[in-house]
Nanobody, 126 residues
């Protein structure tokens, strides 16, 4: 059973930074494509960023490009989301997601990930 545990959320002001971490309890973490999604109250869960298993290819939601950076440390079974220049509209519960599917395409849909963390709250005040 794969478990994903997020940490690093909190309450910050607009313009501040946060780094989210997600630790995976799996032996073959290096073969997992990992992603970050978020869900604001009353809205559907949406893609934020992803990093592929093989070459570390990344992709981002348009509104976070240039502000957020996803990275991974396979030795620590951890994926990170560095969030800079935070805006009130970034407020949401952020979820870490993983998939063991060995594909070469970017995975941006909720349905493409089979493992999910419990979420961590990020609140950005104006």
């Amino acid at each position: 059973q794969v478990q994903l545990v997020e940490s690093g959320g909190g309450l910050v002001q607009a313009g501040d930074s946060l780094r989210l971490s997600c630790v995976a309890s799996v032996r073959t973490f290096s073969t997992y494509t990992m992603g970050w999604f978020r869900q604001a109250p009353g809205k559907e869960r949406e893609f934020v960023a992803t990093i592929s298993w093989r070459y570390g290819n990344t992709a981002y939601k348009d509104s976070v490009k240039g502000r957020f950076t996803i990275s991974r440390d396979n030795a620590k079974n951890t994926v990170y989301l560095q969030m800079n220049s935070l805006k009130p509209e970034d407020t949401a519960v952020y979820y870490c997601a993983g998939t063991s599917r060995l594909v070469s395409v970017v995975l941006v849909s909720v349905s493409e990930y089979e493992y999910w963390g419990q979420g961590t709250q990020v609140t950005v005040s104006s």
